[in-house]
């Protein structure tokens, strides 16, 4: 069984940043794919980042390139998500997500890369 529980979430201003973690149990951390995913108010879910278990590869979503940094400690079996210049539009719950297939050299980049998905922390960033 996998469990994936994120933290780091809260109330930001716009331009502010945040700093999101994932603790992650049940599979073999070092050997995934990992990424996270989010859902705005009224929208569906969709790719925020993906990090191949290598640690070699980062994927950004068009929307938020340039403000993200993904990053992993497999030693702590813990995946972040720094995110920098949020804007309202971010709001949203932001979930952690792992990819089922280990040693996999597959992208991470987009929502289907990924099979698993924690319970979500809430991002939400006033104006």
């Known amino acids: 069984q996998v469990r994936l529980v994120e933290s780091g979430g809260g109330l930001v201003e716009a331009g502010g940043s945040l700093r999101l973690s994932c603790v992650g149990s049940g599979r073999a951390f070092s050997s995934h794919n990992m990424g996270w995913l989010r859902q705005r108010p009224g929208k569906e879910r969709e790719f925020v980042a993906g990090l191949r278990w290598t640690g070699d590869t980062a994927y950004y979503s068009d929307s938020m390139k340039g403000r993200l940094s993904i990053s992993r400690d497999n030693a702590k079996n813990t995946v972040y998500l720094q995110m920098n210049t949020l804007k309202p539009e971010d709001t949203a719950v932001y979930y952690c997500?792992?990819?089922?297939?280990?040693?996999?050299?597959?992208?991470?980049?987009?929502?289907?890369?990924?099979?698993?998905w924690g319970q979500g922390t809430q991002v939400t960033i006033s104006s």
């Open positions: 997500a792992m990819q089922a297939a280990a040693y996999s050299s597959v992208t991470a980049d987009s929502v289907t890369s990924f099979d698993y």
